[in-house]
């Protein structure tokens, strides 16, 4: 019974081997596998390190478009400014009522008040 097992999963080393996708490994989670199977700790071989690289680029790609989500909403929270102050005039009297305009230079809007 023995002798048996260990054919089928020499089987199944060789075809993992040959196969450079296997098929219970396609879309298996990182870091699980099917019941029976051991990690490989030999560092020779490439299927180990092909399985910890597709599991790296998942995280990869997650975390990427995790940050591609937030960066909206952090670029603007600089956008906008204030502006504080009176309006006098030479003599340094205040002066009631007067228009004020504002440009922004970067983006060639005007803004127009009184105060």
Do not use: H
């Amino acid at each position: 019974m023995r002798g048996a097992a260990t054919k089928a999963m020499s089987d199944i080393v060789e075809e993992r081997q040959r196969s450079r996708y296997a098929p219970f490994a396609a879309a298996r989670p990182c870091g699980l596998r099917p019941p029976g199977q051991q990690q490989n700790v030999n560092l020779f071989l490439r299927e180990p390190l092909e399985g910890s690289m597709r599991c790296a680029l998942r995280w990869f790609i997650l975390l990427a478009a995790v940050s591609a989500l937030l960066v909206g909403p952090a670029l603007g929270q600089a956008v906008f400014g204030g502006i504080l102050g009176t309006v006098t005039d030479p003599s340094g009297a205040a002066v009631p009522n007067a228009d004020i305009t504002i440009t922004d230079t970067d983006r060639g809007i005007t803004y127009q008040t009184r105060s």
